[in-house]
């Protein structure tokens, strides 16, 4: 599943190449990792860590991408989409955070978010998945 969405992405951003860890975790443990590394005391969807961000680290590792399963499941009920469409959609986001992307700037979310439902439009055609809705921008 990830290794094809991995496939996919790359098709569409070329920065996008390497290992990616994915670790698919609890709001517990998610928590945990967003207070320590982001000094924000809640759960989150997704959390990615590159490991060529600041290109003194030459590995085949592109970076770790950490999944909040409940939280996921919460966001899908909340915007109405299936569980694996809102798990495919936050992968593809963490994997665009590795390559540099970030929303923080309006300019710069237009872009990624665009580039996020691109790729998963990509998926869902290469794969002939059916998800009920795939306009989500978040």
């Known amino acids: 599943f990830f290794a094809d969405i991995i496939k ?3 098709r569409s951003e070329k920065k996008i190449s390497g290992i ?3 670790n698919i975790v609890g709001s517990a443990q ?5 207070r ?10 997704v959390l990615s860590f590159a490991w060529r961000e600041e290109k003194t680290v030459k590995s085949d590792l592109l970076g ?3 999944l909040c399963q409940s939280r996921v499941k919460k966001q899908a009920k909340e915007f ?4 694996k469409e809102e798990m495919t959609r936050m992968f593809v986001h963490g994997l665009l955070h590795l390559v540099g992307y970030d929303h ?8 990624m978010f665009a580039l996020q ?13 059916h998800f009920e809705s795939i306009s989500r921008l978040k």
């Open 64 to 66: 770790q991408i950490y």
């Open 36 to 45: 320590e590394y982001r000094g924000k005391d809640s759960d989150t969807d």
């Open 20 to 22: 990616v860890e994915v």
């Open 8 to 10: 996919i992405s790359a």
């Open 30 to 34: 998610m928590k945990k990792i967003n």
């Open 104 to 111: 923080g700037v309006s300019k710069d979310a237009k872009k």
């Open 80 to 83: 109405k989409v299936t569980e």
């Open 117 to 129: 439902e691109k790729i998963l439009n990509l998926y869902k055609v290469s794969t002939n998945c």
